[in-house]
């Protein structure tokens, strides 16, 4: 009769262990998988670019936060959960532009967007691209890749 009472004790210690260090969701609950939609951004200009700002959802930039002249690149992963109905991400990045002699000459802006469709579809998109520099730029996108070259 000891013996049960001992492990009676012993199950409902393990219970209440469990359930103080559960941690996060489990793998098969679908609100825990993500989408993820990459964006790349290209410097094919003479200036070199320099994260001042990053704000909403958008990721830190790999491989760095400087964005070197004649053919620098960076690349956000930019994640939103694959479940829920029809949802808007956005993360908004601003570069400061500099000059070969390292003054600022203005900033570069943009907008990573990923819309959820109820249907289930995703896309993605560069949006609110700006800039108070002689800078230009174009888009090239394919499914679930986006690449922004600035020049």
């Known amino acids: ?3 049960v009472g001992v492990i009676l004790v012993l199950f409902i210690l ?6 103080t260090f559960s941690f996060g969701q489990l793998e098969d609950d679908p609100s825990s998988i993500l989408v993820t939609r990459l964006f790349d ?3 094919n200009s003479s200036s070199t670019l320099v994260v001042r700002s990053i704000t909403g959802r958008a990721p830190e930039p790999t491989p760095s936060r400087t ?5 620098g690149l960076n690349q956000y992963r930019m994640q939103a959960p694959s479940s ?4 808007t991400y956005r ?3 601003t570069y400061d532009v500099l000059r070969a002699d390292g003054t600022n000459a203005g900033y570069f802006r943009f907008t ?9 579809g995703i896309s993605e998109s ?3 691209i700006s800039t108070d520099t002689a800078l230009s730029w174009s888009v090239y996108s394919e499914v679930a890749y986006k690449r922004l070259t600035i020049s």
Not at 14 to 19: D, G, Q, R, Y
Not at 67 to 71: A, G, Q, S, V
Not at 84 to 87: H, K, T, V
């Open 41 to 43: 951004v290209v410097n």
């Open 112 to 120: 990573l967007r990923i819309f959820k469709g109820g249907n289930g």
């Open 14 to 19: 393990l219970v209440i262990v469990t359930k």
């Open 67 to 71: 964005l070197n002249p004649f053919d």
């Open 126 to 128: 560069f949006t609110d």
């Open 91 to 93: 993360g908004t990045v």
């Open 84 to 87: 829920g109905g029809n949802s």
């Open 1 to 3: 009769m000891k013996a």
